[in-house]
């Protein structure tokens, strides 16, 4: 990964910087509410573990915000066995991929109080826009971002957003194709 390991210290300020809005929306959810549901923790505990978080590490992140809301014992007991099989360290010990974009894209659509899923694809357009108004995204570019996700062209919007985002020119239409991928090329982006 560009930029070297990436630390517990580290993820709020690259949650800013570096995260498609789909991890950030999740990081920003967990932060206020100090608790996801279980789509959203699914989405964000392998994207965590793709960008380099350890067992321990991920173990330490949630238990410290959902302990806010509830008993040490009961994270523990509700919570933790699902990290340590994300990481393959319980049932049938799969070591999980983090999720494609068109994983993210096409299945497990988002219900009420959800927070995972692809803001291109599953915000309403008014709540997109806001949200790409208050992460600083300049008029024009939110209509051309606006354009595309109207054309059903999800990655292309999220692609278009981090040239916005990083100012740069993306090689590829296609650049952006996984929420981890799009952190090691902002990283990369931000090294240079
Ligand atoms: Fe996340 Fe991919 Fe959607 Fe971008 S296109 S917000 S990386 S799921």
């Not at 630390?7 to 929306?25: H, V, W």
Request: glycine letters at 8%; a positive charge; aromatic letters at 10%.
């Amino acid at each position: 990964m560009p930029g070297g390991k990436i630390t517990l210290g580290q993820i709020d300020s690259l949650s800013k910087t570096s995260f498609p809005l789909c991890m950030r929306q999740l990081h920003e959810a967990l932060r206020r509410d100090h608790h996801l549901k279980h789509g959203g923790r699914l989405q964000y505990g392998l994207f965590i573990k793709g960008i380099g978080l350890t067992l321990e590490e991920a173990l330490m992140f949630w238990r410290s915000e959902f302990t806010k809301i509830m008993e040490v014992d009961k994270f523990d007991k509700g919570y933790a066995y699902n990290v340590r099989h994300s990481f393959g360290k319980e049932g049938k010990r799969t070591d999980y991929t983090p999720y494609s974009c068109m994983k993210i894209i096409m299945s497990n659509h988002p219900g009420q109080g959800d927070y995972h899923g692809c803001p291109f694809r599953h915000y309403d357009a008014d709540i997109l826009r806001q949200k790409l108004v208050a992460y600083g995204v300049p008029h024009p570019a939110i209509k051309e971002i606006q354009e595309l996700v109207k054309d059903s062209h999800y990655q292309l919007a999220c692609a278009r957003y981090f040239e916005v985002t990083h100012k740069v020119s993306l090689p590829h239409a296609d650049a952006i194709n996984h929420p981890n991928k799009y952190v090691e090329e902002s990283r990369r982006v931000h090294e240079q």
